[in-house]
Nanobody, 111 residues
Protein backbone atom coordinates (compact mmCIF):
# COMPACT_ATOMS: atom_id res chain seq x y z
CA UNK A 1 0.00 0.00 0.00
CA UNK A 2 1.03 3.57 -0.68
CA UNK A 3 0.21 6.52 1.58
CA UNK A 4 0.62 10.01 0.16
CA UNK A 5 0.90 13.13 2.33
CA UNK A 6 1.74 16.80 2.12
CA UNK A 7 -0.89 18.45 -0.02
CA UNK A 8 -2.49 21.73 0.93
CA UNK A 9 -3.25 25.28 -0.07
CA UNK A 10 -0.39 27.53 -1.11
CA UNK A 11 -0.04 30.85 -2.89
CA UNK A 12 1.49 31.06 -6.32
CA UNK A 13 5.26 31.07 -6.06
CA UNK A 14 5.19 29.00 -2.90
CA UNK A 15 6.46 25.51 -2.13
CA UNK A 16 5.18 22.18 -0.88
CA UNK A 17 6.75 18.79 -0.37
CA UNK A 18 4.73 15.66 -0.99
CA UNK A 19 5.68 12.33 0.54
CA UNK A 20 4.61 8.82 -0.36
CA UNK A 21 5.45 5.89 1.87
CA UNK A 22 5.25 2.30 0.71
CA UNK A 23 4.69 -0.73 2.87
CA UNK A 24 6.18 -3.15 0.37
CA UNK A 25 9.57 -4.61 1.13
CA UNK A 26 10.45 -4.39 -2.55
CA UNK A 27 10.35 -0.58 -2.55
CA UNK A 28 14.07 -0.23 -3.19
CA UNK A 29 13.63 -2.18 -6.44
CA UNK A 30 10.61 -0.23 -7.61
CA UNK A 31 10.31 2.52 -10.14
CA UNK A 32 8.19 5.21 -8.51
CA UNK A 33 6.18 8.00 -10.05
CA UNK A 34 4.06 11.00 -9.25
CA UNK A 35 0.98 11.75 -11.34
CA UNK A 36 -1.63 14.46 -11.08
CA UNK A 37 -5.21 14.97 -12.16
CA UNK A 38 -6.72 18.41 -12.43
CA UNK A 39 -10.51 18.91 -12.44
CA UNK A 40 -11.96 17.89 -15.78
CA UNK A 41 -8.64 16.61 -17.08
CA UNK A 42 -6.97 13.25 -17.51
CA UNK A 43 -4.37 11.99 -15.07
CA UNK A 44 -0.90 12.91 -16.29
CA UNK A 45 2.64 11.90 -15.41
CA UNK A 46 4.59 14.48 -13.42
CA UNK A 47 7.84 12.72 -12.57
CA UNK A 48 9.45 9.29 -12.30
CA UNK A 49 12.45 7.94 -10.46
CA UNK A 50 14.16 4.61 -11.01
CA UNK A 51 15.47 2.32 -8.30
CA UNK A 52 18.92 3.78 -8.96
CA UNK A 53 17.75 7.39 -8.84
CA UNK A 54 17.44 8.27 -12.52
CA UNK A 55 14.67 10.80 -13.03
CA UNK A 56 12.26 11.87 -15.72
CA UNK A 57 9.96 14.92 -15.70
CA UNK A 58 7.06 16.34 -17.62
CA UNK A 59 8.13 19.43 -19.55
CA UNK A 60 5.65 21.57 -17.64
CA UNK A 61 7.38 20.94 -14.29
CA UNK A 62 11.06 20.80 -15.24
CA UNK A 63 13.14 23.10 -13.09
CA UNK A 64 10.37 23.55 -10.50
CA UNK A 65 9.50 20.08 -9.20
CA UNK A 66 12.04 17.53 -8.00
CA UNK A 67 11.44 13.85 -7.32
CA UNK A 68 13.66 11.97 -4.90
CA UNK A 69 13.60 8.81 -2.82
CA UNK A 70 14.86 7.44 0.48
CA UNK A 71 14.99 3.68 0.21
CA UNK A 72 15.77 3.30 3.91
CA UNK A 73 12.40 4.91 4.66
CA UNK A 74 10.48 3.36 1.73
CA UNK A 75 9.52 6.89 0.79
CA UNK A 76 9.44 8.93 -2.41
CA UNK A 77 9.20 12.72 -2.32
CA UNK A 78 8.07 15.46 -4.67
CA UNK A 79 9.54 18.86 -3.82
CA UNK A 80 7.40 21.49 -5.48
CA UNK A 81 8.80 25.01 -5.85
CA UNK A 82 7.62 28.08 -7.75
CA UNK A 83 4.12 26.68 -7.79
CA UNK A 84 1.60 28.00 -10.31
CA UNK A 85 -2.21 27.92 -10.27
CA UNK A 86 -2.07 25.39 -13.11
CA UNK A 87 -0.31 22.98 -10.74
CA UNK A 88 -3.59 22.65 -8.84
CA UNK A 89 -4.56 18.97 -8.90
CA UNK A 90 -4.84 15.79 -6.92
CA UNK A 91 -1.39 14.23 -6.84
CA UNK A 92 -0.97 10.47 -6.82
CA UNK A 93 2.09 8.34 -6.28
CA UNK A 94 2.57 5.10 -8.13
CA UNK A 95 4.71 2.02 -7.65
CA UNK A 96 5.24 0.51 -11.09
CA UNK A 97 6.65 -2.82 -9.88
CA UNK A 98 3.91 -3.44 -7.30
CA UNK A 99 1.38 -1.89 -9.73
CA UNK A 100 -0.20 0.15 -6.96
CA UNK A 101 -1.42 3.74 -6.49
CA UNK A 102 -1.59 5.98 -3.47
CA UNK A 103 -4.88 7.55 -2.42
CA UNK A 104 -4.05 11.03 -3.72
CA UNK A 105 -3.36 14.31 -1.99
CA UNK A 106 -4.86 17.63 -3.08
CA UNK A 107 -2.62 20.55 -3.97
CA UNK A 108 -4.33 23.91 -4.48
CA UNK A 109 -2.33 26.90 -5.71
CA UNK A 110 -4.04 30.26 -5.40
CA UNK A 111 -3.21 33.19 -7.66
Amino acid sequence: QLQAFGGGLVQAGGSLRLSCTASESIFNKSVMGWYRQAPGKQRELVAQISSRGSTNYADSVKGRLTISRDNAKNTVYLQMNSLKPEDTAVYYCRDYVADSWGQGTLVTVSS
